[in-house]
Nanobody, 128 residues
Framework: QVQLVESGGGLVQAGASLRLSCAAS????????MGWFRQAPGKEREIVAV????????LYADSVKGRFIISRDNPKNTVYLQMNSLKPEDTAVYYC?????????????????????WGQGTQVTVSS
C-alpha cells in the first residue's frame, strides 16, 4: 500500500525556519514528481512547490519563492520542504503528494486530481 507520511511541522514564531519531510513507501518514488501543498482554514488547498522526478528542477508559488526550497532524496524515498523566514500567512496544514512522471504539462497549475497519492498532512503554525 502506498503511504506518504509528512513530519516536521510545529508552532514557531515569525521569522523562524522549519524543515518538513515526506517519507514515501509502496511506490517507485523516482517515477513521480512530488508536490507540497497547503490548506489554511476556510481556504482552498493550494500548491506550494513541485519538483520533477529527477530533482533537477523545481517550481514555487509566488508567495513562497525565495523563502522555501523543495528537494528530494530518491534513494531515501523522501521529499523535503525547507521553510525559511516563516510568516503568519504560512500557517496551514501542509501535504505532500505524488504525480506520475509520465503525465504531461508538469507545472504549478495542474489539477489536484493528477496527484495520485497524498499524505495526511502536518500542521505548521506561525505566530506573530
Amino acid at each position: 500500500q502506498v503511504q506518504l507520511v509528512e513530519s516536521g511541522g510545529g508552532l514557531v514564531q515569525a521569522g523562524a525556519s522549519l524543515r518538513l519531510s515526506c517519507a514515501a513507501s509502496g511506490l517507485t518514488f523516482s517515477s513521480y514528481a512530488m508536490g507540497w501543498f497547503r490548506q489554511a482554514p476556510g481556504k482552498e488547498r493550494e500548491i506550494v512547490a513541485v519538483i520533477r522526478w529527477t530533482g533537477a528542477s523545481a517550481l514555487y508559488a509566488d508567495s513562497v519563492k525565495g523563502r522555501f526550497i523543495i528537494s528530494r532524496d530518491n534513494p531515501k524515498n523522501t521529499v523535503y520542504l525547507q521553510m525559511n523566514s516563516l510568516k503568519p500567512e504560512d500557517t496551514a496544514v501542509y501535504y505532500c503528494a505524488a504525480r506520475p512522471a509520465g503525465l504531461p504539462d508538469y507545472g504549478l497549475g495542474r489539477p489536484l486530481n493528477e496527484y495520485k497519492y497524498w499524505g495526511q498532512g502536518t500542521q505548521v503554525t506561525v505566530s506573530s
